[in-house]
Structure formats: structure tokens, C-alpha cells
């Protein structure tokens, strides 16, 4: 498609189903020159062979290769980004990981929310914070992308808990953009809106306003998976050098209307 990523190794988190693994097939497309998938499993949750696999039977050359890690465990995070050295260190890291909640809401159970809190807000700083070591360590200008969403911009009774960790999410892209700026590493959350993967139609709260959502959306539709890939590419890439903080909304014009 591109070589807007040549010579680029990127790290994506909860990789093997949905975005994650969109993202990882589109980055091989546009010329990464290494795509390290990660996830605490290898199977696909809306089925398929492995990204990995995927990604070889594009026969583009691109090195791949899963590394399994828990992101709300620091040495599985520190162990991912590791195994990136052998491909020259990261240069793009997605931390893109995280869950939704089967019974979020206003009560939503403690146990629950300390769980979805380890995996959406403690799994992404642990991510960032661990490339931004290798990266300052190797000297790379790289780019963190974190993934928010419009539950992070907006609150709703249904996802409290998701919408919590989200909006902590938001905070902390802007908080690390002004820590690593000085090294030349650039922070970005991308904020997608309803996008058509197993987390939004398993989540019995969040598809049930889905219709709801779609029918507000200028664009009348739910996102697909690769619509918020090429967002990933682009902020990645030598073209997004001069934006960091900023908070992307991919959502087909939702946010931008009541
Ligand atoms: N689908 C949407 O509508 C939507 C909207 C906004 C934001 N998001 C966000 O996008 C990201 C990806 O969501 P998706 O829709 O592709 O979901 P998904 O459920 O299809 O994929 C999530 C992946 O994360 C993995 N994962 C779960 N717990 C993990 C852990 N502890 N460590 C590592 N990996 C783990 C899962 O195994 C799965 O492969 C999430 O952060 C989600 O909150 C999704």
C-alpha cells in the first residue's frame, strides 16, 4: 500500500483479535519492517489463524513474531519490549490491550473494576513506560500510541468503569507527551467511536445503545477495525512528526454533535 513505515519495527498489545490485529495487518501493508504481535493469547476472539500467520501469508517480508504478555504485569511488558531489540528496538509502540465489562455500571463490583483498571489504565502506562525506556536508551524519536475511546471523552451509565479507565487514558497521553517530548517521543491517544470487533458485541450494555449510536453518527454506521488502523499508521509515521498530546477522535463525527 505504502512504505510509510519502512524500516520501522512497531509493538501492538492485544493484537491477536480486533483492532490490535488490524492494526498489525495494516502496518505490514504500509512497509513496517518488523510487527511484534502481543496478547495473552494467540487465537483470534472473532476466530481466524493467528495475526501472526496473517501476516506471513501477505508474503510481503515482513519479520513477525507473537510475544506473549499480560499488560497489566510490568515484566511482561518489560519482556514484550525486549523482544523487540532483536529487530532493532521499537519504534511505534500500540498499546491497544484492554476489556470491557459484561456488568459495568454504577455498581459495577469491586473485583471487576480493580480488574478492568490492571488491563486498560495500569496495562497501557506499563506499555509506554517500557518503550520509553528502550527508546530513550537506543536514542529513537518514536511514537506511543495509546487507545482511549469515546468513553473517554463522554460518560455513560452502562460503561462507568470503561469509561473511567478511558478517560484515565486520556490524561495520561497529554501527561506523557509533555514527559517525553523533550527526548523526541511522541504521545497520542486515538479515541474511536462504536467499531464492529467482539469486545462491542459481547458487551450486553454497549450493544444495546450500539443501534442507538449508529443512528446519532453523522456517518450512520459503526467503524471497522481497519478505519482506526490507518489512523494508527498515520500517527506513527514521519508524517505525524509535529503532533503530540493530542486525543484523535475516530468515531464518524459522534462526538462532534449532540
Ligand atoms: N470496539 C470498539 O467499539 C472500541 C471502541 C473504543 C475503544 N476500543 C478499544 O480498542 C482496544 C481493542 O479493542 P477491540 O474492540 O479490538 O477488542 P477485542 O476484544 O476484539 O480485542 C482485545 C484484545 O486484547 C486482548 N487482551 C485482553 N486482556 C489482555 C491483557 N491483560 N493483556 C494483553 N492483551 C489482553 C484480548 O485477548 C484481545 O485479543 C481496546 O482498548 C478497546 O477498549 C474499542
Redesign the pocket.
Known sequence: MSDLLAGKTIVI?????????AIALTAAKHGAKAVIV????ET???GGEPTTKAIAALSLGTLTKFQH????SPDDNDKLIAAAEEFGGVDIMMC?????LSADGADVSAADFQRLMA??VN?TLFGAQAAARQMKKLGKKGSIIL?????GLAGAAVTLA?STS?GGIVQMARSLADAYGPDGIRVNAI??????????RATPG?ASVTEGFRLRTPLRRVGQ?DE?ANVVVFLGSDLASYITGVILPVDGGLLAVI
Open positions: 498489545t492485544g493484537a491477536s483479535s480486533g483492532i490490535g490485529r502481543s496478547d495473552i493469547t483470534p476472539r472473532e504478555a499480560d499488560v497489566s491497544n490491550a484492554g476489556i470491557s488491563i486498560n496495562g487507545m482511549a475511546s469515546m468513553g470503561y478511558k479515541a474511536p467511536g462504536s467499531i464492529d470487533t467482539e469486545l462491542l454497549v477495525p482506526i
